[in-house]
């Protein structure tokens, strides 16, 4: 495997740091070695970054091995361990968790890359499993080999690759790896789609894998070109979280379908897998139905009004007990407030709250108070979340439904609009998170 051609399009400067994940399967440690060797021309700082899911006994094992290896070869290393899930869908857990770990590795050393191993078999079972579920057109395009984050680039040197050739690197080069066994388990769909529907494809074409990579730039160019003309068009069409349905009717056909997506995400965020093209269909039946007030309901209690011109999107109150949400750049909330993260503000109000990611552990949740929580408060001194509630007299109809900012220890950081905890910052102290509730 040719190194220097493998990363002929990335833009590296003497000392810069370069950040890969690593699980110590076959996959990752083929990338780590191309990048070992990729140094030794280049002066770049590797920095090996690990999660243990803890979900099989080995893990512990395989953790120990790759800091040995890390150590061997003067590679920084960076882990974390997931002690707990909240969610049904571990995977989609999984890898928020993982992927904001990265992200969190990936600032502490100001680098400019984060590698991952995804090879050209991923992007077959991605994109045929979206065919299969219904998506969208960048859905149906899998992923790209180069995608720009906040400040950094995620990058996928194998894309072009078999699994097949990643082993056979393993083995020609006596790389040491560790087989996570739940890969073979028919349990999970993707490897139904990996032992089941990959073999016949590549029996029936050695280089398929090249057909559905060009299939994927295809579609991601074309997906490009749309998106563009999508924002002209949801500025017409969507003003003040109202989607004004004359204005809808008049656009293209397939526009149509990328709007209202855009118009839901804000209530899904990484759940909008649960909106598929059943949902979108209800909406476009409720908006073409003649029927001045009507509304259709969608998965996690959230509504789909239609009041003559306009529709509107929110979450019914009356049938949520509970809620758990990760804060991301913009939550709506099920009592018709928002938590968003903003980069600056002025002013110190109830309604916000600035933090340090040194102090705090990521990602942040919003959910449901739950009997007993306590917070640390600004100041000092504890505080019973009831008490807040009875102190600012927060009606009993509306307390159920407050929200309530933890931490991944589940540290209560921030009562919105009521009460700040002991985390909260000064304007003169460090923080790199600003929350606001509106």
């Known amino acids: 495997m040719d190194v220097e051609k493998l990363?002929?399009?990335?833009?590296?400067?003497?000392?810069?740091?370069?950040?890969?994940?690593?699980?110590?399967?076959?996959?990752?440690?083929?990338?780590?070695?191309?990048?070992?060797?990729?140094?030794?021309?280049?002066?770049?700082?590797?920095?090996?970054?690990?999660?243990?899911?803890?979900?099989?006994?080995?893990?512990?094992?395989?953790?120990?091995?790759?800091?040995?290896?890390?150590?061997?070869?003067?590679?920084?290393?960076?882990?974390?361990?997931?002690?707990?899930?909240?969610?049904?869908?571990?995977?989609?857990?999984?890898?928020?968790?993982?992927?904001?770990?990265?992200?969190?590795?990936?600032?502490?050393?100001?680098?400019?890359?984060?590698?991952?191993?995804?090879?050209g078999d991923d992007l077959m079972e991605t994109i045929l499993m979206r065919i299969a579920r219904g998506s969208t057109l960048r859905g149906y395009s899998g992923f790209k080999k180069k995608v720009l984050m906040d400040g950094y680039?995620?990058?996928?040197?194998?894309?072009?690759?078999?699994?097949?050739?990643?082993?056979?690197y393993c083995h020609k080069n006596k790389i040491n790896y560790a087989v996570d066994k739940s890969n073979f388990s028919n349990v999970y769909t993707r490897n139904r789609y990996r032992m089941e529907v990959l073999p016949f494809l590549k029996s029936e074409e050695k280089d398929i894998h090249k057909k559905f990579l060009k299939f994927s730039n295809v579609l991601s160019e074309a997906d490009e070109f749309i998106e563009e003309e999508a924002d002209k068009a949801i500025n017409r069409v969507v003003k003040d979280n109202k989607l004004y349905i004359d204005k809808y009717l008049e656009i293209n056909k397939f526009l149509k379908r990328i709007i209202l997506e855009r118009f839901i995400s804000s209530f899904y965020q990484d759940d909008l897998i649960l909106i598929n093209d059943k949902h979108l269909d209800l909406i476009e039946n409720l908006i073409n139905s003649k029927k001045s007030n009507a509304k259709v309901n969608l998965p996690n209690d959230v509504e789909v009004i239609k009041s003559y011109n306009t529709l509107i999107i929110k979450r019914n109150p009356s049938l949520l007990s509970s809620y758990e949400i990760e804060v991301s750049k913009e939550v709506m909330l099920p009592n018709g407030h928002k938590l968003e993260l903003i980069d600056s503000v002025k002013g110190n109000s109830n309604n916000i709250i600035k933090l340090s990611s040194k102090e705090?552990?990521?990602?942040?949740?919003?959910?449901?108070?739950?009997?007993?929580?306590?917070?640390?408060?600004?100041?000092?001194?504890?505080?019973?979340?009831?008490?807040?509630?009875?102190?600012?007299?927060?009606?009993?109809?509306?307390?159920?439904?407050?929200?309530?900012?933890?931490?991944?220890?589940?540290?209560?950081?921030?009562?919105?609009?009521?009460?700040?905890?002991?985390?909260?910052?000064?304007?003169?102290?460090?923080?790199?998170?600003?929350l606001r509730y509106e």
């Open 153 to 168: 680039y995620i990058y996928r040197p194998f894309i072009g690759l078999t699994k097949d050739e990643l082993l056979e």
């Open 360 to 434: 705090i552990v990521l990602p942040l949740i919003v959910r449901t108070r739950k009997l007993g929580d306590v917070m640390t408060i600004k100041g000092g001194g504890h505080k019973k979340i009831k008490d807040i509630f009875i102190d600012s007299k927060i009606p009993l109809t509306d307390r159920d439904l407050w929200p309530i900012v933890v931490d991944s220890r589940g540290h209560i950081v921030f009562v919105p609009g009521l009460k700040k905890s002991k985390f909260d910052k000064t304007n003169n102290e460090f923080y790199d998170i600003i």
């Open 7 to 119: 990363y002929k399009d990335i833009i590296i400067k003497p000392r810069d740091a370069v950040v890969f994940g690593c699980s110590y399967g076959p996959d990752s440690m083929a990338l780590f070695k191309t990048l070992l060797e990729y140094r030794k021309n280049h002066d770049i700082v590797l920095i090996c970054a690990h999660v243990n899911h803890d979900r099989r006994v080995e893990s512990a094992k395989e953790k120990e091995d790759l800091e040995e290896f890390c150590k061997e070869n003067n590679v920084i290393f960076e882990y974390m361990k997931i002690e707990k899930y909240g969610d049904d869908n571990f995977h989609n857990e999984a890898r928020n968790i993982r992927y904001q770990f990265f992200d969190e590795v990936v600032k502490k050393y100001n680098a400019k890359y984060l590698f991952t191993a995804h090879h």
